[in-house]
């Protein structure tokens, strides 16, 4: 199998072009306020240019007029690693927490890192992030997310301020049924 690592930096360059084209812009240096990330991207392939997706894969994807993760809700252990795959359009998977890029609000669990891919636009590219503190995530796509492209991890078990209430830009399944269904396709909830 044949690994390579995205350089961020060349990454936020190409898709600073795109996301201009597409009229979309977002603030803030998408670490948090809490210095470097701790996250890495990367980018998996088997060789044969498709892709290596894994059970813990969302992909982020552009179809017509619709934005969205799919599964839109995932439930995972604490410590497992979720990768997000752009499968069409500009994408990133970025975590409410008040500060980090446009988010105003906090949908994390409380001393959980938050995590934020910036803008991914090449297909196949992936981000890569691990859940450590049990609880439950709500998170979004910065150019997208007024047009409520948005998404639900359940680390071990629901709780935290995302507990019984939706994200403000859009409408993800409950966390119990998460955790009962394992992972929620957006087709499935949305359907």
Same mark, same amino acid.
């Given at each position: 199998?044949?690994? !390579?690592? &995205?350089? +961020?930096?060349?990454? &936020?360059?190409?898709?600073?072009?795109?996301?201009?084209?597409?009229?979309?812009?977002?603030?803030?240096?998408?670490?948090?306020?809490?210095? *470097? =990330?701790?996250?890495?991207?990367? %980018?998996?392939?088997?060789?044969?240019?498709?892709?290596?997706?894994?059970?813990?894969?969302? /992909? /982020? $994807?552009? %179809?017509?007029?619709?934005?969205?993760?799919?599964?839109?809700?995932?439930?995972? *252990?604490?410590?497992?690693?979720?990768?997000? %795959?752009?499968?069409?359009?500009?994408?990133?998977?970025?975590?409410? +927490? +008040?500060?980090?890029?446009?988010?105003?609000?906090? !949908?994390?669990?409380?001393?959980?890192?938050?995590?934020?891919?910036? &803008?991914?636009? *090449?297909?196949?590219?992936?981000?890569?992030?691990?859940?450590?503190?049990?609880?439950?995530?709500?998170?979004?796509? &910065? =150019?997208? +997310?007024?047009?409520? /492209?948005?998404? !639900?991890?359940?680390?071990?078990? =629901?709780?935290? =301020?995302?507990?019984?209430? /939706?994200?403000?830009?859009?409408? $993800?399944?409950?966390?119990?049924?998460?955790?009962?269904?394992?992972?929620?396709?957006?087709?499935e909830f949305s359907g």
């Amino acid at each position: 199998m044949e690994r !390579r690592r &995205i350089l +961020k930096t060349a990454g &936020i360059l190409a898709t600073g072009g795109v996301t201009s084209l597409a009229g979309c812009s977002s603030s803030g240096n998408g670490d948090g306020g809490d210095g *470097e =990330p701790t996250t890495t991207e990367t %980018e998996e392939t088997d060789g044969s240019g498709g892709s290596n997706a894994g059970s813990n894969t969302v /992909m /982020m $994807v552009t %179809e017509g007029s619709e934005y969205y993760f799919d599964p839109i809700g995932l439930f995972v *252990e604490s410590g497992e690693t979720v990768t997000f %795959e752009i499968q069409s359009g500009s994408h990133s998977a970025t975590a409410y +927490k +008040k500060g980090t890029s446009s988010a105003s609000v906090t !949908r994390i669990p409380e001393g959980a890192e938050a995590f934020n891919s910036e &803008i991914l636009s *090449e297909q196949g590219a992936t981000y890569e992030h691990t859940f450590e503190t049990t609880g439950t995530y709500d998170y979004f796509c &910065i =150019p997208h +997310k007024t047009l409520g /492209m948005v998404g !639900r991890i359940v680390v071990g078990e =629901p709780g935290g =301020p995302a507990e019984g209430s /939706m994200p403000p830009d859009g409408e $993800v399944p409950e966390s119990q049924t998460i955790v009962d269904q394992g992972s929620v396709s957006y087709s499935e909830f949305s359907g």
